[in-house]
């Protein structure tokens, strides 16, 4: 059975950092795609990143490149994701998803089959 547990969440002040982590269990994800994905209030789901394991490409929203990170850890079997000079409108729940990786759907919700719960993120002014 796949898990996905996220962690790292919190509340920090706009310009800061915080990095979040995706715990995988349940099977081997080196042949998955694994991306983060953020809602806010009243918000749809949309795409931050995404890491392929095997080889470890990676593709951001243009909202985050630069200042957002994603890596894994093979020992650790983890995700995570890196975020730097956050904004009040990076505000939301993150969640992790995994997938095996279809051409074109690994920057969409839809794309993916494993989520986890989420983390809630608050920036602040």
């Known amino acids: 059975q796949v898990q996905l547990v996220e962690s790292g969440g919190g509340l920090v002040q706009a310009g800061g950092s915080l990095r979040l982590s995706c715990a995988a269990s349940?099977?081997?994800?080196?042949?998955?795609?694994m991306g983060w994905f953020r809602q806010a209030p009243g918000k749809e789901r949309e795409f931050v990143g995404r890491?392929?394991?095997?080889?470890?490409?990676?593709a951001y929203a243009a909202s985050v490149k630069g200042r957002f990170t994603i890596s894994r850890d093979n020992a650790k079997n983890t995700v995570d994701l890196q975020m730097n000079s956050l904004k009040l409108e990076d505000t939301a729940v993150y969640y992790c998803?995994?997938?095996?990786?279809?051409?074109?759907?690994?920057?969409?919700?839809?794309?993916?089959?494993?989520w986890g719960q989420g983390t809630q993120v608050t920036v602040s002014s």
């Open positions: 890491i392929l394991w095997a080889g470890g490409t990676t």
């Open positions: 349940g099977r081997t994800f080196t042949t998955y795609a």
């Open positions: 998803a995994a997938t095996l990786p279809t051409p074109g759907a690994t920057t969409t919700p839809g794309g993916y089959r494993y």
